[in-house]
């Protein structure tokens, strides 16, 4: 079995899309283990507050089949593929780890953003603070200690806190 985590966000029907999401992401992996979910400002583009989160799964799907998986999941919930790369998302999921896996293709692992945004590495270290980053070597716990907390985010209450 291979631990991978996902990171949500929506800001388009948030709750909507992202409890559609999760109930797929259980159908395909079974238990899945949630983080805390953080509203966020947008950052790149001009728009309405994120949702954003960190799931976490185990698989035995390759990692080819965790990235169709993942994008039909994102279709199914109405992402529109032909906007712009920064602008609003009915849902983006992003494959953030692959157990240890370092690559750059077919996707980049470890991804770059959690390292870079705050609605991504604080739910990450919330949920798994003495987890290593693959190239760091480095915990969560302490990348957050000492990452300059510049972006806006808060915790927020939603219906899957509890359901997952």
Known sequence: MTDLYLGLGSNVNREGCISQALDLLKQTFGSLNISPTFESESVGFDGDNFYNLVVHAETELSLEQVIKTYRSIEDKCGRDRTGPKFGARTLDIDLLLYGDLICTQPIELPRDEILENAYVLWPLAIMTPD???PQTGKNYRDHWQEYAKLQKLWR?????????
Do not use: A, R
């Open 131 to 133: 987890l290593k980053h």
């Open 156 to 164: 927020v209450e939603t219906p899957w806190d509890k359901d997952y």
